[in-house]
């Protein structure tokens, strides 16, 4: 049963209120029309309850905004929600990812993540295909999703917001991948839940990689703001401990010539397999929870961009540790699918609100894992994969 505007009701009572339920709360389509993003279909989505978020269906049904009573939490660049009509992903050394990197949930894969890279194409029935160019963080997150339905179901009383796509990444006679996306909210409610099902349509034995870009912004980041999470160890980093400008747990405010930090945790899962993460802004008594399967994303990296005009925070589950896509192979990290076969990801993200629901989570995470005490993670080892990695030893 919902709460609105201080109302609990039930179905009945809520429609006898007004003549038409997207009044208060549902789900349109709309489009952008005018410059770079031009053509991009848009599922804006209202709960009510002071969640509102935007669904991207033609960037593969990613996140743009997330706002919570009134408060935005999402990240955006310059770029904007550019349309994947105007993006060369191929570009400017295969970093042409950068050139529309904006928005809460930027969807890395299906077959390739982080780095630009190369690997072999011997499981393809193509043999002048030697090799296989992999772009940053793979072909998926630009890719325009076919919208399979929209809406809002009832059950007895209780209401969810809902739609579901498919975005399909092919090569003639390459890999067949499609992502079918699920995302639901309901009524009254502060979090959104997304599914998302990857699975080979082709014949061949095919790889497959997942990370989930999840990017905060001003003002729930702002100096002072807290990482929370259950890591016990940190695998790597991408810059040696002198050199870091900012703690990992306790963000800095904007930063002249910040070099963006990335490191890859490990965490502690709780006795159902999830992993309880959050940004958290206490000056302002908000926060934003991302929490995932430890079993489908086995790594928990996290970005830090705290550069002036930049000024972004990312967690990042992933299905491999940091390193190059040779480096993953070796370890046994990149996930093969035969045909049919399919892998399943689910995911909650929502607003944390007042110190109550802050001090919740705080317990939530320290009853799986005390939070390093150490602000700056050692540098102890050279790159092992390249020039944006430095390896720490690995705890099992």
């Known amino acids: 049963m919902p709460v609105l505007f201080g109302e609990k009701l039930t179905r009945r009572e809520f429609e006898r209120r007004v003549g038409a339920a997207r009044q208060v709360a549902g789900v349109e389509v709309v489009a952008f029309d005018d410059g770079p993003e031009r053509g991009v279909r848009v599922l804006e ?27 935005p939490f999402a990240w955006q660049s310059g770029t904007g929600f550019r349309s994947p009509a105007y993006l060369d992903l191929e570009g400017e050394g295969g970093t042409g990812f950068m050139r529309g990197f904006s928005g809460l949930l930027c969807t890395c894969g299906v077959d390739h993540i982080r780095q630009p890279d190369r690997g072999p194409a011997d499981h393809f029935d193509l043999p002048l295909r030697k090799e296989i160019a992999y772009p940053m963080h793979g072909r998926a997150a630009f890719q325009p999703a076919r919208l399979t339905g929209y809406g809002e179901i009832w059950d007895g009383d209780e209401c969810t917001l809902w739609c579901e796509g498919v975005v399909v990444q092919a090569h003639s006679m390459g890999e067949h991948l499609t992502l079918t996306r699920r995302i639901e909210a309901k009524i009254g409610g502060r979090e959104m839940c997304i599914v998302d099902t990857v699975a080979n349509r082709g014949f061949a034995r095919t790889p497959h990689m997942m990370l989930y870009h999840i990017n905060m912004g001003w003002p729930l980041l702002d100096e002072g703001a807290r990482f929370a999470a259950p890591i016990r160890a940190t695998r790597a980093a991408n810059t040696p401990r002198e050199s870091q400008q900012s703690g ?3 963000q800095a405010g904007p930063t002249p010539r910040f070099v963006q930090q990335v490191f890859d945790h490990d965490v502690v899962p709780d006795a159902k397999g999830r992993v309880p993460t959050a940004l958290i802004n206490d000056a302002r008594q908000i926060g934003f929870m991302v929490e995932y399967d430890a079993k489908r994303f086995i790594c928990l990296q ?9 000024y972004g925070f990312a967690i990042e589950p992933a299905t491999s540790h940091w390193g190059d896509r040779t480096q993953s192979a070796k370890d ?24 109550d629901a802050i001090a919740a989570f705080d317990a939530r995470v320290a ?9 700056f993670p050692v540098r102890t080892a050279q790159p092992a994969a390249g020039p944006y990695v430095t390896t720490l030893p690995r705890k099992r």
């Open 45 to 71: 989505f209202r709960t009510g309850g002071g969640l509102d978020f935007s669904v991207l269906v033609d960037r593969s049904m990613d996140i743009g905004r997330f706002d919570w009573r009134g408060t």
């Open 248 to 250: 990992y747990r306790t």
């Open 302 to 310: 996290q970005w830090q961009g705290l550069g002036e005009g930049v």
């Open 332 to 355: 046994n990290e990149i996930v093969w699918l035969e045909h049919g076969e399919e892998r399943v990801y689910d995911t909650v993200l929502a607003a944390i609100d007042g110190k």
């Open 367 to 375: 009853a799986l894992h005390p939070q390093m005490t150490d602000e």
